[in-house]
């Protein structure tokens, strides 16, 4: 069956094929490790999942490679501003490197928390400063590059082609890129390849280069991570919309101007996760919700997180609310309590191929996950017998991801946890609520999640 995914570089759907089939190269840019991640990042990297799930359906073979955005990406636009890090560690009074490896094992925890799948590879920006200094010199040698006082800078008037992914109008963009203007720049839209470290300031992460010592712009470091661990398997690229106009662009003008080649063919990006009102929820706002804060404690299983983000699709905004993940919470409960019926029913049969026809037809509609829920709330509702529904059901969980098979067995717990788990019942049912909710930080503090739901209390390793 054919995948029809909506390239942004088109504007349109097209049927995807592989560079190297069956082999996809699949490039997630990651977070900036200066916060914990939001649950608006999160929904993004949820569709980028949900793409390597419905790739790898489709018997693709994919490599995925995220990167960590450990340094040189700034507070404020078109390269002016401070360092996240180095302003998040001022701000947690600890070094930009130890800032960076609490959020990036933060994030990790996250995304196991979601049943993201792991990429084939992790990369760091600071692992990977000489690619991207022999990046730079490349650009430098073929007369990409200008120095300033504050840097070497990216001349996007030679790069002919600078808005075809973004299809902004350049007049307009020179207009409003001209009230942060660096008077320095040749022209408004370029950008950092590398910049120095300011005299005046001590910086925590800096490097020796040919142009002095400093620290790589933020774009640079995509480009060269992707073509190093990707090759030219140079498939899909994605993340969020807020991408589209200047860190993708960059990526494509620097990565195309030093290779001669088409960067990556596919370009995917997901739409924000809005706040009531319509504001998008950003860390720089500090409006923003965790998976920790916003779900757990509101005794949301993350996993229902990820199911109400099914609910829209990934490019149209998504609206938050607590009644919205409520609703979606419910919706997920009923869909466990419904596989959990068949699996106490029957062992798992044939699943049926029509149903898998249809669920597939769904997603390979460019990821179309509201019609796919839709299809297996058909299965559950037909007249197929339950065996058959239940091994169609888990056929489909390879792409939701939501762990339908745990749903009755569980997971043992160990002694220590599991008296504690009897000991808040007993607590419960004599309704001494203090010391049920001491024992539940209790058993939490020790590394499980504690649920409580209708059908009673769950107790899980995250
Ligand atoms: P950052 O950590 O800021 O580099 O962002 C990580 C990812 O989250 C990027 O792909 C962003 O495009 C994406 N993103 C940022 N804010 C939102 C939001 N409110 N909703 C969805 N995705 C977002
Ligand atoms: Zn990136």
Redesign the pocket.
């Known amino acids: 069956m054919e995948l029809q995914l909506y390239n942004t570089m088109t504007r349109q759907k097209e049927v995807f094929t592989p560079i190297k089939p069956p082999h996809v190269g699949l490039y997630?840019?990651?977070?900036?490790?200066y916060n914990f991640?939001?649950i608006?990042?999160l929904?993004?990297?949820v569709f980028s999942d949900i793409l390597k799930r419905v790739l790898t359906y489709n018997g693709f073979k994919v490599k995925h490679v995220m990167n960590i955005?450990d340094v040189g990406?700034l507070t404020g636009d078109r390269d002016m501003g401070e360092d996240k890090l180095e302003s998040g560690a001022r701000r947690e009074g600890k070094s930009a490197w130890e800032i960076a490896e609490y959020y990036t094992q933060a994030f990790k925890k996250d995304l196991k928390k979601l049943n993201i799948i792991e990429p084939t590879i992790w990369c760091k920006a600071t692992d990977t400063i000489d690619d991207q200094i022999a990046l730079i010199r490349t650009l430098e040698e073929k007369g990409y590059t200008y120095r300033t006082s504050d840097g070497i800078y990216f001349d996007t008037a030679k790069f002919p082609d600078y808005t075809k992914l973004s299809h902004q109008d350049l007049d307009a963009l020179k207009e409003g890129a001209r009230v942060e203007r660096n008077p320095e720049k040749r022209n408004a839209t370029d950008f950092a390849l590398w910049k120095f470290s300011p005299p005046e300031a001590h910086r925590q992460m800096e490097w020796d280069s040919p142009w002095g010592v400093g620290f790589p712009g933020w774009h640079i470091e995509c480009s060269a991570m992707s073509m190093k661990y990707l090759g030219d398997m140079l498939d899909i690229h994605?993340?969020?919309?807020?991408?589209i106009d200047v860190h993708h662009t960059n990526e494509i003008a620097q990565s195309e101007a030093a290779t001669g080649k088409t960067f990556f063919r596919f370009w995917m990006?997901?739409?924000?996760?809005?706040i009531a009102g319509g504001k998008?929820?950003?860390?720089s706002e500090g409006n923003f919700l965790t998976l920790s804060k916003s779900i757990e404690e509101n005794r949301i299983d993350p996993l229902a997180y990820r199911f109400a983000t099914f609910q829209t699709h990934y490019r149209k905004p998504?609206e938050f609310s607590p009644d919205a993940i409520a609703a979606a919470q419910n919706g997920w409960q009923h869909l466990r309590n419904q596989v959990r019926t068949l699996m106490d029913a029957t062992e798992p049969g044939r699943a049926d191929v029509d149903y898998q026809t249809k669920f597939q037809q769904a997603t390979n509609n460019d990821l179309n996950m509201p019609q796919a829920l839709a299809v297996v709330q058909e299965l559950l509702k037909s007249d197929l017998s339950p065996d058959v529904k239940l091994a169609t059901v888990f056929d489909f969980d390879q792409v939701l991801g939501l762990d339908l098979k745990q749903t009755s067995t569980g997971q043992a717990l160990p002694d220590d946890i599991a008296s504690l788990v009897e000991a808040r019942q007993n607590a419960r049912e004599t309704k001494q609520w203090a010391l049920s909710d001491s024992l539940r930080d209790e058993i939490q503090s020790k590394g499980f999640v504690v649920q409580d739901t209708p059908q009673g209390m769950k107790v899980y390793k995250p």
């Open positions: 997630t840019c990651g977070p900036t490790v991640a939001h608006g990042n929904r993004t990297y955005t990406h994605c993340g969020g919309t807020d991408h990006h997901g739409a924000f996760l809005i998008k929820m950003a860390k998504m």
